[in-house]
């Protein structure tokens, strides 16, 4: 808002000022207006769409560097493959993948690929493919592990018979007296 502030005795100087705009909200706890949906969305997938976009070939690497990938150790440290090292910002994976990747394009094969990385960094680089002894242990473990779960439920779980006292002795005459009612209405119901 503009305003106009004159001096009342001359009426010579002149002067515009701006006041600060009002806040958003007057009162103290008084909510904001809503954000509009469609702009949220909007903000939403251009975040998704820039992160997606800014990954590089070394990190979305197409199935031949993955199949590639897959029979080299990564030597960052970690267990993985070149192909599944999830470390952020891995100092071997990357550079590797984008080795893997020119080598290919280069027209070398799947390996002389491997023998070229083996001649670099050791034979401790390879990784075999899994025999069948690696495929088929991880299944037996599991059903050997169910098996003693099944084993120790069921041997735990029995019910104990119980232990037949017989029947039982009524010491009180009251009882006795109700006992009696009891069995004279129950013949009385047949």
């Known amino acids: 808002m503009w305003t106009c502030q004159q001096d009342n005795k001359r009426l010579l100087k002149s002067c515009w000022q701006a006041e ?6 007057g009162k103290v706890g008084q909510a904001l207006s809503p954000v509009n ?3 949220a969305l909007a903000a939403l997938l251009l975040a998704f769409t820039s992160s997606a ?3 590089t070939a070394s990190e979305k690497p197409g199935p031949d560097v993955r199949r590639v990938g897959m029979r080299l150790a990564c030597k960052c440290g970690c267990k993985d493959s070149v ?3 999830a470390m952020l910002e891995c100092g071997f994976s990357k550079p590797a993948k984008e080795r893997i990747a020119r ?3 280069a027209g070398f094969s799947d390996q002389q690929i491997i023998d070229a990385f083996i001649r670099d960094y050791g034979p401790g680089i ?3 493919p899994p ?3 690696g495929w088929i242990v991880p299944y037996i473990a599991a059903a050997l592990g169910l ?7 069921r041997k735990y779980r029995k019910p104990q018979p119980l232990v037949e006292i017989g029947p039982m002795a009524v010491d009180d005459p009251a009882l006795a007296k109700y006992k009696d009612q009891i069995e004279q209405d129950l013949a009385n119901l047949e």
């Open 126 to 128: 390879y990784l075999a």
């Open 20 to 25: 600060a705009p009002a806040p958003r909200c």
């Open 131 to 133: 025999s069948f002894a």
């Open 37 to 39: 949906p469609v702009f």
């Open 83 to 85: 192909a599944t090292c």
């Open 53 to 55: 976009l800014a990954q």
């Open 103 to 105: 080598m290919q394009a």
């Open 147 to 153: 098996l003693m779960i099944w084993f120790f439920i």
